[in-house]
Structures are given as C-alpha cells and as structure tokens.
C-alpha cells in the first residue's frame, strides 16, 4: 500500500519532469522586468482600457485590459531574485515595479479627472474593501503562475492569473480616489494592489526554492535578515486583512440574524411584515408590518427574543397602523414616480426614433411628384431622386438629390443652373447638395 502511495503521488503530483531548463527560466523572468519602450505603452493604454472599463462598469473591458497588462513582470522577477538570492535582479525589478505602479497611477488619475462620469460603479467599488480572500487569490494565483513559468508547456495559464489576482483594477480605483479626493478609495484599492504584490511575490519565492534552484552565495546573516523581513512584510499585509474580512463577516451576519428573526417572529397569524431596517447610530431595528395591530406588551415579549438571535443589542421599533400606511403611501409613490420616469425617457426615445425616421423617409413622396414635373421643364433629364442625408445628431434638415441627364451634347450649362435653381426651390431643405450625372 505505501509503495502504491509513493508511485501515485509520484506519477501524478511530481512536476520536476515538465521543468523547462534553468537558464531559459531565468533569461524569460529577466526579461519581463523591464518597463522600457513597448513594455511602457503597453502598460499605459491597458490602464487606459481597465480605467474605462471600471467607468462605464464593464466586465469584458476590464478582463481585456488586465489580459495586455504586463505588471505581472515586475512582480515575479522580485520573488524570483529573493528565491535566489540575487540583489541585483531584486533591485531591478523593484525599481521598474515602482516605475510602472506610478506611472500607472497617474495615468488613472489623468483619465478620471478627464472623465464626465463621476459615479464610482460596483466594478469599482469592489477594489475597495480588500480581504483575506483576496489573500488567497493572490498566493495561489501567483503559485499557478510561477509554476506555469517554470513548465515546459505554459498553456494559458499566465492569462488567467493576470485576470484572477488582477493588479490593474486596483491601480485604477487608487486613481480614482486621488481624482475624487477620496481616501478611502485609495487606500482600499491601493492596499488591494499591496496584497497582490506580496503574495504573488511569496508564492513566487516559495516555488523558486522548493524548485531547489541554483542560488547565489550569500553571508548566512544577510540570508536570515532577508527571510525575516520577508515574514515580517506577509504579516504585516496580512493584518489588515484578518479585520477587514471579521468585518464583513460580523455585518453579513448581523443582516443574517435581522432576517430570521424577522422572518420567525413577525409574520404570524393576522400580521405581516413588509419592511425592516438597521440603524446602527441609534442602534435600532425598525420592522413595519402590516395587518392586526400589536399591543405593548406583545411588542415587548418579541423583543425578549431577539437575545436567541443575538441581535439583543438592538432596540426594536415596530411601525403598524398609519405609520405603515404612510410608508406603504411612499413606497408606492416611489415605484408610481420610478415607473412614470422610464415612461416618460420611452416616450422621448420613441419622439427621437420617430424623428430619425422621418428624416430618413420626408423626401419618399416628394422624389413622386418632383420626377415628373422635373422631366417637363428639362427634356434631358432622366432620373431624379432625393432622400435625407443627415445623421441622427444633425441639427438641420440636410437633403441630396441625385439628378441623372441623357446624353446629350447640347445641354448648357444655364439648363443646368436653372435645374438646381428650381431643385432648390421646390424641395425647400435646410441644406441641398445635388449631385448632376450625365448617362454615358
């Protein structure tokens, strides 16, 4: 039975085999740390995109920027070159990892304080509130990457650890919150950033050594200096982390409890409730119900049971009667006003198409009438039509007519004055431009 362990694990978990050679790992790492030239352009239109992306809240755009993005360069040649030990690459790579975290910030902070749109969409609010999770992401995203590296048969494997620990959206929201003057934004996407670059980094370095790459020599008490730091720096961005995510938690929780309590001891028989709502300044839990009134000392024996759902530091407020009615009154007045809103922006929609199309079709039974009459008062004329030409943002009437003539060498050039003379006349457009064909 062991030896069946030894020979599974052995087959299937053992990737020493897929190893691409040393040196074209290194050579490959070395030369992605670069933020030169193309590497440059590069990384400032895919901020550009990201950015544009997280304005307008699109997904798809988001992705595409984060797939061109080469930060992830930067970030592997630093846990590469702690792995093995070489301060020279590390200082490099440091240096051109601040270079392009600058420069991308900056560029962000240019685009939105450019941008009409100030609204901070869900795409870029959820760069703001960093938590362990996201830890997770980064160590294991940066542990497919590095092994993805170090394989043989890369795959697309990089491409996806770009989307999932994402380095761009953050960098984005940090411009956006230096653009908007918000701190919070800033130092949520920023720390968000943080957390990526450490654990891509630790992943990357952890990999490296139990590759057992060639390492260069190093003073043992540096060397110890060096993975000290290296925990203190994990530790330190993990911290944050651990409080932020006991937050969310504590809130997800705390909405969890209100909803069964709810749920379990205000909707019996003859009542029923609508509405609830946490007001965490005053510490109160507001529910509005509908139905038979509750009585004072029915509303206090409810209240003696909210200790079970741990919510007992919370006073509880019922709302019933007319008090509810009023809210019902509001609620219903709001969707009445939300609906009559998206009524009246159809109607101004169906207004704006119905304008279009009669742009595009006003001139139909005029073209009827006006090639008849045309060819009577000119005997060499042909064809005549007209038809709009004004695109939907065209702040005029804008028309062409298309004027065919047989051949016919004794046509002058009055005949053809007085032709677009009477064309003009007769049309009556804001704007004419006619266009004169002779048959060949």
Avoid at 96 to 109: E, K
Avoid at 359 to 374: G, N, R, S, V
Wanted: glycine share 4%.
């Amino acid at each position: 039975m062991t030896n069946f362990i030894k020979n599974f694990t052995k087959n299937y978990f053992f990737i020493n085999k897929d190893i691409e050679n040393e040196k074209l790992i290194t050579d490959s790492i070395t030369q992605g740390i670069s933020f030169k030239g193309t590497n440059l352009w590069i990384l400032i239109f895919a901020i550009f995109i990201a950015s544009i992306g997280l304005n307008v809240n699109s997904t798809a755009v988001i992705i595409g920027a984060m797939l061109i993005s080469p930060l992830m360069g930067p970030i592997i040649g630093m846990g590469f070159s702690l792995g093995v030990n070489d301060l020279k690459l590390f200082y490099s790579a440091l240096l051109n990892y601040c270079v392009a975290t600058v420069i991308s910030i900056i560029t962000a902070t240019i685009y939105f304080m450019a941008s009409p749109f100030d609204e901070a969409q869900s795409e870029l609010l959820a760069r703001t509130s960093p938590t362990t999770y996201d830890v997770f992401i980064a160590m294991f995203g940066g542990a497919a990457g590095i092994i993805a590296i170090f394989s043989k048969d890369k795959g697309n494997v990089i491409p996806g650890v770009a989307i999932a620990t994402a380095l761009m959206p953050p960098l984005c929201t940090a411009g956006y919150g230096i653009a908007h003057s918000n701190i919070y934004f800033f130092a949520g996407a920023f720390y968000l950033y943080f957390i990526n670059t450490v654990f891509i980094c630790a992943s990357t370095y952890a990999g490296v050594r139990l590759m057992k790459f060639h390492q260069k020599e190093m003073p043992e008490h540096i060397a110890k200096k060096s993975r000290r730091l290296i925990l203190a720096i994990i530790i330190i961005t993990i911290i944050p982390s651990v409080f932020l995510t006991y937050n969310v938690f504590s809130i997800n929780t705390l909405r969890r409890n209100v909803r069964m309590f709810v749920k379990e001891e205000l909707n019996m028989i003859g009542v029923q409730a609508i509405s609830h709502e946490i007001d965490e300044d005053t510490k109160t839990l507001k529910v509005a119900i509908v139905g038979n009134e509750l009585s004072a000392n029915e509303i206090s024996h409810i209240e003696d049971k909210m200790h079970k759902y741990h919510i007992d530091e919370f006073k509880l407020k019922i709302i019933q009667g007319m008090q509810t009615d009023s809210i019902i009154r509001h609620n219903i007045n709001n969707e009445s006003a939300k609906y009559a809103g998206q009524f009246n922006e159809q109607v101004i929609t169906i207004k704006k198409l119905q304008d279009q199309l009669n742009k595009y079709t006003q001139y139909q039974e005029i073209t009827k009438t006006l090639e008849p009459e045309a060819k009577i008062l000119f005997k060499n004329l042909k064809s005549a039509t007209v038809m709009n030409c004004a695109n939907e943002n065209s702040p005029q009437d804008e028309a062409i007519a298309i004027v065919e003539l047989l051949p016919d060498t004794k046509t002058q050039k009055t005949d053809i004055s007085l032709l677009k003379q009477w064309l003009t006349q007769r049309i009556n457009a804001d704007s004419l431009r006619i266009i004169i064909a002779i048959d060949r």
